[in-house]
């Protein structure tokens, strides 16, 4: 698929040092791509209610791990994906009476203005879940061929029912590792998102579903001995991700809700297609909320940046404000937190329109140890803040001609602020 056009990342002077994350799966920091190369997978959109507030903190969040892990001197590859056809898009598509063709592409298209808006720089690798499905069956056919997939069900002498394919979550010795939850809570949350573990005829109800046989009224691929049918979710992202960064990959991220079951599967998906190998690290994105509940498609209470936008809000203002939260804590989203981000962002324009100001090498310094501290954006929110103040009371002791270009760049090149 195409993806936005990529923003302008201005040159700093010198470097930023080893970025530190916290993976989930261990609760430990660790540093986030120990090599030369950097690679991140981020679960994309499922394109149906682009993009919300959760979904635009999710995309903020990594990609100041990309500008970091630039600001490092890493070569950096991003994947990334959308789930341009899944249960819930077939559902709002049925329920809306639009094409689920035509839904996926609108807001898919949605989502890339937003991101454009955002100054989120674009995937290297962006796969679309109906363009992957050759890969997908490629890979689906190689489980099934190394015992690590099965089929459940079979179709009627009229070749009519379903013989779906499912993972068998016991071939993989670290399943489970990701979530680390106890078998009561996997259940629980695999049947709440998606899974079916009641289907009959699966080895463990935890096994998840990698292809759908064709049902009457829904869309469908041919997948050679598989059968005509289309992706599971999870397979979709592990073959994307090896085919686009290749495994072991540094980062898997995305919302703190896709931990189990999506990371959990794909993961595991991800080593049974390649001997063991899957994401290094994973690193989860709190909730955002609105009026005190988390901010979902189900629920309806969505903000959508487009909507923000049409209201005439910068862009900017709502990455400040994004910002201004730790990316894995659960937030929520106010009328306050939007009035912030706008003040925010006029008080730095301000700061930086004169012609000297106080040093800003401490500054950057500053920002780029917040940022390698497990990506601490508000502590280098404070850090420019304390620049900005200082700038526009005018009360350095001496002046820096070229101060201002440099925190303007530092908050561009590191934060995706554009003042
Ligand atoms: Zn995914």
Known sequence: MLTWPAPQIPQLPGQGGPVRVRDTSTGELVVAAPGPDATLY????????????????????????????????????????????????????????VDWRELAADQT???????????VVPPDVYTGAVESVP????????????????????????????????????????FGEVARLDRDAMLALFGERGGDPARPGKRDPLD?????????????WDGGDLGHGRP???????????????????????????????????????RLLDAGHGARSHVHTGMVGLHGEKMSKSLGNLVLVSRLRADGVDA????????????????????????????????????????????????????R?????????????????????????????????GAPGVIARTVNALLGVRL
């Open 369 to 401: 140890a917040a940022l390698a501290d497990d990506l601490d954006a508000p502590r280098a929110l404070r850090a420019v803040d304390a620049w900005a103040d200082a700038s526009l009371a005018g009360d350095a002791t001496e002046v820096h001609e």
């Open 232 to 270: 599971g979710w999870h397979i979709e992202c592990a073959v994307i991700a090896r085919d686009g960064i290749g495994l072991p990959f540094d980062v898997q991220g995305g919302g703190s809700d896709l931990r189990f079951p999506h990371h959990e599967m794909s993961t595991s998906h991800a």
């Open 208 to 220: 998840p579903l990698l292809w759908r046989s064709a049902r009457p009224g829904e869309p469908s």
């Open 316 to 367: 900017m203002a709502v990455r400040l404000a994004i910002l201004d939260h730790h990316y894995a804590t659960d937030w929520e989203w106010t009328d306050d937190v939007l009035r912030a981000g706008r003040a925010r962002l006029e008080r730095w324009r301000a700061s930086v329109s004169g012609n000297g100001g106080p040093a800003a090498d401490a500054t950057l310094a500053e920002v």
């Open 109 to 119: 298209a949605l989502y890339l203005e937003d991101m454009t808006a955002l100054g």
């Open 135 to 174: 890969d997908v069956v490629a890979a689906v056919r190689a489980m099934v061929a190394s015992g690590t997939a099965y089929v459940v069900g079979a179709p009627d002498a009229h070749g009519q029912g379903a013989a779906d394919v499912y993972a068998d979550v016991s071939a993989d010795p670290a």
């Open 42 to 97: 981020v679960c994309g959109i499922t394109p149906y209610d682009a993009t919300h507030l959760g979904h635009a903190a999710t995309y903020v969040a990594f990609d100041l791990l990309v500008r970091a892990w630039l600001d490092e001197g890493k070569r950096v590859r991003y994947a990334s994906n959308v789930t341009d056809v899944d249960d819930p898009l077939l559902e709002r598509a049925e329920a809306t009476g």
